[in-house]
């Protein structure tokens, strides 16, 4: 929907603040494609109804765009997820909570509603043989620097994908997260077969994908078979594939890996604030999602 019309000169200034926001808050460039993307349709819907002014929306029209979303044609076919309708709602509330900061907005509409919250299926997480098997495999030093990335270092997909040589300190052993998830940065300590499989990957097998010369390809630390930087999608193919051939019935994602890691390491005896730290949490109570799932690991485990 991120080409629907707005012809209020208004809510189209509001659409580039908040782009702007959200660049300078540190979010991730496919949140700034998809937020403001979802704010400009409740914006087309405004004008629709004939409310020019932000401090004429109220909780009313929020509930009204609720109940059109939930019925809304998807452009897949069939109506919206209900990730996708929380998604929408999370682009407004933070919308009206920066415009109410930012004194844009005198009363937050947003302020005393509630939605329901998607239900999502249980993580999975991989057993410590299931980690064996898809390092068993792999068939190039790339794939194995693959999973140490994911899985030894925890990282998520957007980090993996923005990693740079520069980044990776093998004599000490670290890896440098310059900015995850909300701009914030941590540095991730790798183990021992973590480091030497990156460090095999560099030094023997990094070189022979170099096909290209630019800038990003010269100091970007996985680079596909062009010579380019990795993304996301081609690391998901990857590991799909390892999966298969590791006899894994169920479909598996970059995330199983950075569950499974956290899980591990909490069963093997880290504290919990050493596990937000090595997964770049912000709030404590983030990592506590994984202590329920270590205990439902341990239980499976013993029957």
Request: proline share 3%; net charge positive; charged share 25%.
């Amino acid at each position: 929907m991120k080409h629907l019309p707005i012809y209020n000169k208004a809510y189209r200034d509001l659409l580039l603040d908040y782009r702007q926001y959200l660049e300078r808050t540190g979010y991730n460039k496919g949140s700034r494609e998809a937020l403001p993307s979802c704010l400009r349709e409740f914006f087309y819907r405004m004008e629709g109804l004939g409310i020019h002014g932000l401090d004429s929306i109220t909780s009313g029209h929020i509930l009204d765009h609720w109940e059109y979303l939930k019925t809304r044609p998807s452009q897949r076919g069939g109506s919206l997820s209900e990730s996708m309708v929380s998604h929408h709602l999370y682009a407004l509330k933070t919308f009206m909570n920066y415009g109410q900061s930012s004194g844009n907005l005198n009363s937050n509409p947003f302020g005393s509603l509630s939605f329901p919250k998607p239900e999502h299926p249980p993580r999975k997480v991989l057993s410590t043989e299931e980690i064996k098997a898809l390092y068993g495999a792999c068939e190039t030093l790339k794939d194995r620097a693959i999973l140490s990335l994911f899985y030894g270092c925890g990282l998520r997909r957007s980090e993996a994908e923005k990693l740079d040589i520069s980044d990776i300190h093998f004599k000490g052993g670290l890896l440098y997260v310059r900015s995850g998830k909300g701009g914030k940065r941590r540095v991730v300590p790798m183990g021992v077969q973590v480091t030497q499989d990156l460090k095999d990957y560099y030094l023997h097998e990094r070189e022979s994908y170099r096909n290209g010369s630019t800038s990003d390809s010269l100091k970007a630390f996985m680079l596909n078979n062009r010579g380019n930087r990795i993304r996301g999608g081609a690391y998901w193919k990857r590991l799909r594939y390892l999966a298969e051939q590791a006899g894994f019935m169920d479909r598996i994602g970059l995330h199983c890996l950075r569950h499974s890691i956290a899980t591990h390491l909490l069963e093997g005896g880290l504290g919990i604030e050493q596990v937000r730290d090595f997964l770049g949490h912000r709030h404590l109570e983030t990592t506590q999602i994984y202590t329920r799932i270590s205990k439902q690991y341990l239980n499976e485990q013993l029957c």
